[in-house]
T-cell receptor, first 112, second 114 residues
Framework: GENVEQHPSTLSVQEGDSAVIKCTYS??????FPWYKQELGKGPQLIID?????GEKKDQRIAVTLNKTAKHFSLHITETQPEDSAVYFC???????????FGPGTRLSVLP | DGGITQSPKYLFRKEGQNVTLSCEQN?????MYWYRQDPGQGLRLIYY???????QKGDIAEGYSVSREKKESFPLTVTSAQKNPTAFYLC?????????????FGQGTRLTVV
């Protein structure tokens, strides 16, 4: 089945700097890759996603890139702000099991 | 407002008791999912359902049960067979499959065994 790895597990950046989180997946048939932001005590919230027919997608300060050949995708946050501090999860839609497989998460801290 | 609602937000259970967590969605989604999250951990799949009256076990189904009698509802029962049930439980829903498979999460239920 699908396996998703995510790095780093924790990331601290200064306010205004960029943050990059990377994920790899194992199932070459996976075709949908969302990113979620989870604040303390709340459910994950979808922030951006990418499908396998696209290499990059941007939404204001957030972007996601996908390399299907290498089977990895990355989240890029520019001009980070303290409110970006949260846990971020990547996921892949696993066609094998017909469900989402999540990475273990990255705790991002933006220092003022 | 369209969305997915979990209740209660906090739940306390005595050892040996069964408890049921509620999950309702009005997004007209076919698929629904239950995940368990332990402190500092990722999301582990308990059960999922792609259609009414059908559901499949996820990675950690032992000690849990579900039903899917209505499209809008996917309740999760934590049985006394679950040895370590204290955790944060998340319900999600999505369109069944295909291009538009965004999953939306509820706000979670924190279950504590006392």
């Amino acid at each position: 089945g699908e396996n998703v790895e995510q790095h780093p597990s924790t990331l601290s950046v200064q306010e205004g700097d960029s943050a990059v989180i990377k994920c790899t997946y194992s199932d070459s048939a996976s075709n949908y890759f969302p990113w979620y932001k989870q604040e303390l005590g709340k459910g994950p919230q979808l922030i951006i996603d990418i499908r396998s027919n696209v290499g990059e997608k941007k939404d204001q300060r957030i972007a996601v890139t996908l390399n299907k050949t290498a089977k990895h995708f990355s989240l890029h946050i520019t001009e980070t702000q303290p409110e970006d501090s949260a846990v971020y999860f990547c996921a892949a839609w696993g066609n094998y099991g017909q469900n989402f497989v999540f990475g273990p998460g990255t705790r991002l801290s933006v220092l003022p | 407002d369209g969305g997915i609602t979990q209740s209660p937000k906090y739940l306390f259970r005595k050892e040996g008791q069964n408890v049921t967590l509620s999950c309702e969605q009005n997004l007209n989604h076919d698929a629904m999912y239950w995940y368990r999250q332990d402190p500092g951990q990722g999301l582990r799949l308990i059960y999922y359902s792609q259609i009414v009256n059908d559901f499949q076990k996820g990675d950690i189904a032992e000690g849990y049960s579900v039903s899917r009698e209505k499209k809008e509802s996917f309740p999760l029962t934590v049985t006394s067979a679950q040895k370590n049930p204290t955790a944060f439980y998340l319900c999600a829903s999505s369109r069944r499959q295909g291009a538009n498979t965004e999953a939306f999460f509820g706000q979670g239920t924190r279950l504590t065994v006392v």
